[in-house]
């Protein structure tokens, strides 16, 4: 059973930064893309950003030049480097996996696609 764990979501100032976690296991994490997506009170989940198992990355225009996906086959970890922040990041942070199949280069912001979901980390960005 697949297992995502993150960590690393807090109460930051604007223009700050931060940087997410995901712990997984139950899966050959390194055969999979790995996506990040996030929450607003009274808002849909949206894409934030996935990064595919050999390292290829897209990310939502919103976070584009500010967030940066990176990925730690070794330790089953992906990451997400939040920089410049503002208020309206302000968000529960998820951590996803598409285990479709092993070795896709497919990307997909579609939050339907992905199986497997972590249980979220609160991200809050005063003005």
């Known amino acids: 059973q697949v297992q995502l764990v993150e960590s690393g979501g807090g109460l930051v100032q604007a223009g700050d930064s931060l940087r997410l976690s995901c712990a997984a296991s139950?899966?050959?994490?390194?055969?999979?893309?790995m996506a990040w997506f996030r929450q607003a009170p009274g808002k849909e989940r949206e894409f934030v950003g996935v990064?595919?198992?050999?390292?290829?990355?897209i990310y939502a225009e919103s976070v584009k030049g500010r967030f940066i996906i990176s990925r730690d086959n070794g330790r089953n970890t992906v990451y997400l480097q939040m920089n410049s922040l503002k208020p309206e990041d302000t968000a529960v942070y998820y951590c996803?996996?598409?285990?479709?199949?092993?070795?896709?280069?497919?990307?997909?912001?579609?939050?339907?696609?992905?199986?497997?979901w972590g249980q979220g980390t609160q991200v809050t960005v005063s003005s």
């Open positions: 990064i595919t198992w050999s390292g290829y990355i």
């Open positions: 996803a996996a598409d285990t479709r199949m092993p070795y896709s280069g497919v990307l997909s912001t579609d939050r339907n696609v992905y199986g497997s």
């Open positions: 139950g899966l050959t994490f390194s055969q999979y893309a």
